[in-house]
């Protein structure tokens, strides 16, 4: 006769013997493991680690994106040969600009406009204005700050670069420049501006035209140069004579 445990002893199982004698055998129900049994405390733990292993890899990774976006279109320009930072204009600077455009009319062009100030000045005072500017941060600021003076339509703004644009079309040309690109500047103009424009020069004058006109003091000087006096004192400059060899 075979005595069977009480079920909670264990679990039974039956396998083959010798003959037709079945052999039964108890399992015990520790050998078992259920979700109850799992180290729940430790696995909660290491889930915990992992998530933070992979948010701040995430963080740190967003950052780095966010700061690269934000730094490269500052940063660029400076990698030029010639560099145009970008220095906001105080109000003397603004005020010394308007009042060389008073009694004068037509379209005007700030190049490297930065945030737009001396662009949204000329357009409140009836120009037709437009800014090159090489970053493009700025010039979307520049909208907005045009958008919200209410001259959005007199106020255009464009990422460009300076050497590339003809000027031709402009009569008024304002420019914040530094001295290793005014003569650079000074012969590009001379080329394509026409005999009624005039060139007005922020903190640093051009190194070889004679201005008509000079406001303000210190780094609120300003300088206006008329176009038909630099095209004639070009005329008037002697050429010097190729010479000729004789034999």
Request: a neutral charge; glycine letters at 8%.
């Given at each position: 006769?075979?005595?069977?445990?009480?079920?909670?002893?264990?679990?039974?199982?039956?396998?083959?013997?010798?003959?037709?004698?079945?052999?039964?055998?108890?399992?015990?129900?520790?050998?078992?493991?259920?979700?109850?049994?799992?180290?729940?405390?430790?696995?909660?733990?290491?889930?915990?680690?992992?998530?933070?292993?992979?948010?701040?890899?995430?963080?740190?990774?967003?950052?780095?994106?966010?700061?690269?976006?934000?730094?490269?279109?500052?940063?660029?320009?400076?990698?030029?040969?010639?560099?145009?930072?970008?220095?906001?204009?105080?109000?003397?600077?603004?005020?010394?600009?308007?009042?060389?455009?008073?009694?004068?009319?037509?379209?005007?062009?700030?190049?490297?406009?930065?945030?737009?100030?001396?662009?949204?000045?000329?357009?409140?005072?009836?120009?037709?204005?437009?800014?090159?500017e090489l970053n493009p941060w700025l010039v979307w600021y520049s909208r907005y700050r045009a958008w919200r003076e209410g001259v959005h339509d007199a106020a255009k703004f464009?990422?460009?670069?300076?050497?590339?644009?003809?000027?031709?079309?402009?009569?008024?040309?304002?420019?914040?420049?530094?001295?290793?690109?005014?003569?650079?500047?000074?012969?590009?103009?001379?080329?394509?501006?026409?005999?009624?424009?005039?060139?007005?020069?922020?903190?640093?004058?051009?190194?070889?035209?004679?201005?008509?006109?000079?406001?303000?003091?210190?780094?609120?000087?300003?300088?206006?140069?008329?176009?038909?006096?630099?095209k004639e004192s070009e005329k008037s400059c002697p050429k010097p004579v190729p010479k000729v060899h004789l034999y």
């Amino acid at each position: 006769m075979v005595v069977t445990p009480p079920a909670a002893a264990g679990v039974l199982a039956m396998g083959e013997g010798r003959g037709d004698i079945p052999i039964i055998s108890e399992v015990s129900q520790e050998g078992r493991l259920t979700e109850h049994d799992l180290p729940t405390n430790v696995d909660a733990s290491h889930l915990k680690k992992r998530s933070w292993g992979l948010l701040v890899p995430g963080i740190v990774g967003g950052t780095l994106v966010a700061v690269y976006a934000v730094a490269t279109p500052f940063l660029t320009p400076a990698l030029r040969k010639i560099c145009l930072p970008f220095v906001p204009a105080t109000s003397n600077q603004i005020e010394n600009v308007l009042k060389m455009l008073r009694c004068r009319s037509g379209s005007l062009v700030d190049l490297g406009s930065g945030d737009g100030r001396i662009v949204i000045a000329a357009a409140k005072e009836g120009f037709r204005a437009v800014g090159y500017e090489l970053n493009p941060w700025l010039v979307w600021y520049s909208r907005y700050r045009a958008w919200r003076e209410g001259v959005h339509d007199a106020a255009k703004f464009y990422v460009s670069d300076l050497w590339k644009v003809s000027f031709s079309q402009y009569t008024n040309v304002v420019i914040f420049g530094v001295p290793q690109m005014m003569p650079q500047l000074e012969k590009k103009l001379q080329l394509e501006l026409e005999d009624d424009a005039r060139v007005i020069a922020c903190r640093f004058p051009f190194p070889h035209w004679i201005p008509d006109h000079i406001t303000g003091e210190g780094i609120d000087t300003v300088w206006a140069y008329d176009s038909k006096t630099f095209k004639e004192s070009e005329k008037s400059c002697p050429k010097p004579v190729p010479k000729v060899h004789l034999y």
